[in-house]
């Protein structure tokens, strides 16, 4: 039985955008660098060629490993599902931190979309671990390596 990966709408287009790339773009220029390489005789001593096949070594195992995400990918379109103010996959949520008032706010990704910097924390993170189920209003304790923090749901938005 496949294991199904959640995954946005969003999240899923990337993949499909990244290997689109890596087979349209990188594909040829690293087979165009190994005939090149290839041209220049001895292959023993031949860095430029060492190098290639190591580039389209990478590129092929980034393809297999996109492709086979996708293949088990559950892509859930948060859009359609109706608002209910539960914290669920997909969601963006504002929290207040209770002892900073800081308030935060993130979307609830797979694994391979988060990013920290796009404030996209992955389903599996402590933090989402801690508000899934949860509703605006609830207060949850997350562990963090620091010490327990406590936030507020402040706002569940289907964005």
Same mark, same amino acid.
């Given at each position: 039985m496949?294991?199904?990966?959640?995954?946005?709408?969003?999240g899923?287009?990337?993949?499909? *955008?990244?290997?689109?790339?890596? +087979?349209? /773009? *990188?594909r040829p220029r690293i087979? +165009?660098? /190994?005939?090149?390489?290839?041209?220049h005789g001895d292959l023993k001593e031949n860095a430029e060629?060492?190098?290639?096949?190591?580039?389209q070594g990478f590129v092929e195992a980034r393809i297999s490993d996109i492709e086979s995400k996708l293949s088990a990918a559950q892509i859930i379109d948060i859009a359609?599902?109706?608002?209910t103010g539960k914290v669920i996959f997909g969601v963006t949520v504002a929290?207040?931190?209770?002892?900073?008032?800081?308030?935060?706010?993130?979307?609830i990704v797979g694994e391979d979309e988060a990013s920290v910097k796009e404030n996209r924390i992955?389903?599996?993170?402590?933090?989402?671990?801690?508000l899934i189920g949860k509703e605006e209003g609830d207060v949850v304790v997350v562990r963090t390596p620091g010490?327990?923090?406590?936030?507020?749901i402040v706002s569940v938005l289907h964005l």
């Open positions: 496949v294991t199904r990966v959640p995954m946005t709408v969003a899923a287009e990337r993949l499909r *955008e990244e290997v689109e790339q890596l +087979k349209r /773009i *990188e087979s +165009k660098a /190994i005939a090149e390489a290839r041209a060629y060492h190098a290639a096949r190591e580039q359609t599902i109706p608002p929290i207040l931190n209770l002892e900073t008032d800081e308030t935060l706010r993130y979307q992955s389903v599996t993170s402590p933090l989402a671990r801690s010490g327990d923090a406590e936030y507020e």
